[in-house]
T-cell receptor
Framework: DQQVKQNSPSLSVQEGRISILNCDYT??????FLWYKKYPAEGPTFLIS?????DKNEDGRFTVFLNKSAKHLSLHIVPSQPGDSAVYFC????????????FGQGTTLQVKP | DAGVIQSPRHEVTEMGQEVTLRCKPI?????LFWYRQTMMRGLELLIY????????DSGMPEDRFSAKMPNASFSTLKIQPSEPRDSAVYFC????????????FGPGTRLTVT
């Protein structure tokens, strides 16, 4: 039972264009969402997060949008750069106040020069 | 800070053997998480500890898996006996629980069971 789903295993975009990565969740009790980025042979690293009281959070080229009614969040990268090529994981907090996260399967982004 | 340290980075073993993965969290962090990454299921949480106490082990696949955290600076994940379907990358992550959910991951251990 996947509570956090990333339905696109991969995405390819041209350098300079926008990358949009999507994530859906099923548990309405989730109240905090994060995106992690992972390069080969490395552990995931934190990228950006958003609380359920907001619908948008921006950090430089990265923006996360949250649509609570649709139980959907997305990560926008503008402009995309070749160094952004990595696996991106969406994660959600189970609101158990323990720091536990539920991760999606990941989406592999390739940014072509 | 050296970050989260995991050893070994790669482990190849035969089915039926015992495997022990090790993790040293970031100093001062009070939560530690063990994950398994596979192509099919992505990143799965196996077990996590708060202040060295196991809080939730519902993700541990079966009794062949066990985890310990004898002190704040060390944790182990043991598989006994190992099976080919255990082949995956195992990550350890740590966090200072202050209401932030940002976890810091180690580089992972790639386990291959033949």
């Amino acid at each position: 039972d996947q509570q956090v789903k990333q339905n696109s295993p991969s995405l390819s975009v041209q350098e300079g264009r926008i990358s949009i990565l999507n994530c859906d969740y099923t548990n309405s009790m989730f109240d905090y969402f994060l995106w992690y980025k992972k390069y080969p042979a490395e552990g995931p690293t934190f990228l950006i997060s958003i609380s359920s009281i907001k619908d948008k959070n921006e950090d430089g080229r990265f923006t996360v949008f949250l649509n609570k009614s649709a139980k959907h969040l997305s990560l926008h990268i503008v402009p995309s750069q070749p160094g952004d090529s990595a696996v991106y994981f969406c994660a959600a907090s189970g609101s158990s106040n323990t720091g536990k996260l539920i991760f999606g399967q990941g989406t592999t982004l390739q940014v072509k020069p | 800070d050296a970050g989260v340290i995991q050893s070994p980075r790669h482990e190849v073993t035969e089915m039926g053997q015992e495997v022990t993965l090790r993790c040293k969290p970031i100093s001062g962090h009070n939560s530690l998480f063990w994950y398994r990454q596979t192509m099919m299921r992505g990143l799965e949480l196996l077990i996590y500890f708060n202040n060295n106490v196991p809080i939730d082990d519902s993700g541990m696949p079966e009794d062949r898996f066990s985890a310990k955290m004898p002190n704040a600076s060390f944790s182990t994940l043991k598989i006994q006996p190992s099976e080919p379907r255990d082949s995956a990358v195992y990550f350890c992550a740590s966090m200072l629980w202050t209401g932030s959910y940002e976890q810091y991951f180690g580089p992972g251990t790639r386990l291959t069971v033949t």
